[in-house]
Nanobody, 123 residues
Framework: QVQLVESGGGLVQAGGSLRLSCAASGRTFSRYFMGWFRQAPGKEREFVAGISGSGGTTACADSVKGRFSISRDNAKSTVYLQMNSLKPEDTAVYYC????????????????WGQGTQVTVSS
């Protein structure tokens, strides 16, 4: 079992930055591929970024490439999402997830989910 708790969301003006954190319980954190997803009202949950267990491989959705970056600290069992140059269309609830499927962008392939943290970007 892995429990995930996100933090760091909030209200920010367009062009601003936020750093989301996701703290995991359990001693097997480094075995999991970690992903960040987001869901805006009336829309499906979408992949934002993912990172391998070692942290050596990352991937970002085209919509956030060059603005967002993902990292992890396995010693702290924490994964981060650094979000820069935020836009109003980045407004959503952001979720972190843990899974075993390599570099998956599909939500149903992830085994564990956090409760989400709201990010609101004002124009």
């Amino acid at each position: 079992q892995v429990q995930l708790v996100e933090s760091g969301g909030g209200l920010v003006q367009a062009g601003g930055s936020l750093r989301l954190s996701c703290a995991a319980s359990g001693r097997t954190f480094s075995r999991y591929f970690m992903g960040w997803f987001r869901q805006a009202p009336g829309k499906e949950r979408e992949f934002v970024a993912g990172i391998s267990g070692s942290g050596g491989t990352t991937a970002c959705a085209d919509s956030v490439k060059g603005r967002f970056s993902i990292s992890r600290d396995n010693a702290k069992s924490t994964v981060y999402l650094q979000m820069n140059s935020l836009k109003p269309e980045d407004t959503a609830v952001y979720y972190c997830a843990a899974g075993a499927k390599w570099m998956s962008t599909i939500p149903r392939t992830y085994d564990y989910w956090g409760q989400g943290t709201q990010v609101t970007v004002s124009s």
